[in-house]
């Protein structure tokens, strides 16, 4: 109605704005506007207007669509996108017609839901949306993720400054290195300054002595030493093939240069009930649904698709949830 109006020059684009604003117009108003003294002629003006409107929906959607189908012209972009819509309303058998019993234009937003998710420019745009607010997630996940690793470093209550838009970022990992050489040297003070007894001295040499030739590997708990590991993106707590072993990096791991490793474990904690919701709700839409549908229609491609798709959520689950989990 209001495009009916503004193009009829009965109403000007600012006015038509200001009556967006309006509650529910009556029907002496949409007489008004439509220059029309009775009941009969606006019921019948408005009755044109819909039926008008129907009918230019069926042409924008129908009758130039074919026509730019079976077109001479080199149009390769709207004929796909011409082709598609096409296919999908012959697929839901919907069809824009005016029903003179309801004054209703029947599937004209079911058509026009179909030629817009059916236009590959709007796919596009609305891929673009969905990396844009995935590139905003991870952005914050990391600046999350920087905040946390700063706090939980061993700096004494030592503040530092990090501002997110900076070129010169904190370096966390070469601060942590400084307050754990000053942590061990204010910790070993009375072991090198201050002396110990002679039974101490002599008790502590012998513990090493037996810890030297033990076998660490074989224990109920084993654990070995490894310096291959440079930071934490690359360090792996346990072994891959045994599960039960756990690999000590006295650098990253946080232990003092002087002090004794006795025995080492490693415990990850049980998802959570949200974790486990992205888990299982990915795995149904990305692999169980689609799987679904493709024995309905029996098409292999979409088989293929959703073990694409579920390699990529598996691997995002590894990356965001497995791989993020605190291990102690």
């Known amino acids: 109605l209001a495009h009916y109006l503004q193009r009829s020059n009965l109403r000007t684009p600012d006015q038509i704005l200001k009556d967006q604003l309006l509650p529910a117009v009556d029907f002496g108003t949409m007489g008004v506007w439509l220059k029309q003294t009775s009941v009969k002629g606006t019921r019948d003006a408005v009755y044109n207007v819909s039926k008008q409107a129907c ?3 069926y042409t924008e959607l ?9 077109s001479a012209s080199a149009d390769t972009m709207g004929k796909l996108n011409a082709g598609n819509f096409l296919r999908a309303v012959e697929s839901y058998r919907y069809k824009i017609r005016w029903d003179p019993e309801s004054y209703h234009c029947v599937d004209c937003a079911k058509v ?5 998710f059916t236009n590959f420019d ?7 949306v969905v990396l844009l607010g995935v ?4 952005s914050v996940n990391v600046y999350a993720m920087m905040r946390r690793k700063l706090s939980n470093c061993p700096m004494v209550d030592l503040p530092f400054r990090n501002d997110p838009g900076s070129t010169t970022d904190v370096d966390v990992d070469k601060i942590e290195k400084l307050c754990l050489n000053m942590i061990g040297y204010c910790f070993f003070y009375r072991y090198r300054f201050s002396g110990l007894p002679k039974h101490m001295q002599e008790l502590e040499k012998t513990q090493q002595h037996l810890r030297s030739q033990q076998d660490t590997s074989k224990l109920a708990d084993p654990y070995s ?4 590991a440079r930071s934490w993106n690359n360090y792996t707590l346990t072994s891959p093939t045994n599960a039960r072993e756990v690999f000590i990096n006295k650098g990253l791991v946080g232990i003092l240069h002087d002090e004794e490793v006795i025995s080492a474990w490693s415990e990850a904690p049980r998802l959570t009930r949200d974790q486990w919701l992205a888990i299982l709700c990915g795995f149904f839409f990305c692999f169980v649904m689609p799987v679904c549908f493709a024995c ?3 098409s292999p491609v979409c088989a293929i698709e959703a073990i694409i798709a579920e390699l990529l959520h ?3 689950v590894d990356f965001f949830i497995l791989r993020r989990r605190p291990q102690a």
């Open 135 to 138: 590139t905003l997630y991870a």
């Open 296 to 298: 309905k229609h029996k």
């Open 122 to 128: 709007n796919i596009i745009e609305i891929i673009e």
């Open 314 to 316: 598996y691997a995002l």
């Open 225 to 228: 030493f490894s310096t291959d």
């Open 55 to 57: 009918a230019m929906r």
């Open 62 to 70: 129908f009758v130039d669509t074919n026509a730019t189908l079976y």
């Open 112 to 116: 026009f839901f179909l030629f817009y």
